[in-house]
């Protein structure tokens, strides 16, 4: 286990506002992993996190937030991974499979049900929920990738996240690039996906959603898919960052889990694929 993990846990359901302590008989509710975003580079921990968590917590979903290894500013700034290794891929993939792993094994204590715990992500995080899809042997029951960053190759590349992700030597290396494109790796096995982005986005080329939606179609993957025109990036759940029209999503998300939950456990289910584009 690792203790990263453990730690993160403990703290969140100190500050949970005793929520979790206070659900009826230990009522056993779907659960996610949020994972900010911030290139890999840092965290978003407010809109991103701790912002997330309390709004999905007020839906009566567990909520715990990740803090993954990231490459770190000052790292990025200094090229220090020429000298040393430091945080790159696969570390924040790790870390994620640590806190399913934690999750799944403390399931009854922390009022969670093992067959509904998904794991949602932003930007970059997006990027790193889609990749415990499609390369972990137990994968999430569902995945929420907002604005994600998607490929790693040229045009719509964002070069800092796939920078700090691969390192100084490995974003020159084509195979590293194509084993992190998550378009190139969506396989049939992949669980139900809540795709969200903007049109408008300056950070992060709207085609990379465009790209996931594709791949995700061709393999016949029941996902959903948002493009709002307006919106931009990185307003996550926030009340005030964003347009009107973007934070809609919240909404989308809910009604579109409530669905793939109840169609996971009817007695025939059959796929679903749409697209808000």
């Not at 911030?38 to 968590?53: K, L, N, P």
């Not at 992500?121 to 390369?135: D, K, N, V």
């Not at 992700?165 to 020159?172: A, S």
């Amino acid at each position: 286990m690792n203790i990263r993990c453990f730690i993160l846990a403990l703290l969140l359901l100190l500050s949970a506002g005793n929520r979790l302590f206070t659900a009826t008989a230990q009522e056993q509710r779907p659960a996610v992993i949020v994972c900010p975003g911030g290139s890999y580079c840092w965290h978003d921990m407010e809109t991103e996190g701790r912002q997330v968590v309390s709004w999905l917590e007020a839906n009566g979903i567990r909520a715990f937030l990740l803090k993954y290894r990231v490459q770190g500013v000052f790292d990025y700034i200094m090229h220090t991974r020429y000298i040393y290794r430091g945080h790159r891929h696969p570390d924040a993939l790790n870390d994620a499979a640590d806190m399913f792993d934690y999750l799944r094994s403390h399931a009854d204590s922390l009022g969670i049900d093992t067959t509904q715990i998904g794991i949602m992500g932003f930007s970059a995080g997006g990027h790193l929920a889609m990749l415990t899809a499609e390369m972990l042997e137990r994968k999430p029951a569902f995945v929420a990738s907002i604005y994600p960053v998607v490929t790693m190759h040229k045009p719509y590349v964002h070069k800092r996240s796939r920078r700090a992700l691969l390192g100084e030597y490995g974003k020159r290396r084509s195979i590293m690039r194509d084993s992190l494109s998550l378009e190139r790796h969506v396989t049939p096995d992949c669980p139900p996906v809540f795709l969200v982005n903007c049109k408008d986005d300056p950070v992060v080329k709207y085609q990379n959603s465009e790209l996931l939606d594709s791949a995700l179609t061709a393999n016949g993957i029941p996902h959903r898919y948002i493009q709002y025109n307006t919106g931009g990036h990185g307003f996550g759940a926030s009340d005030t960052k964003g347009t009107e029209e973007c934070r809609q999503w919240k909404g989308e998300f809910l009604e579109w889990l409530k669905e793939t939950l109840e169609r996971k456990t009817a007695p025939s289910s059959s796929s679903a694929t749409t697209s808000g584009r």
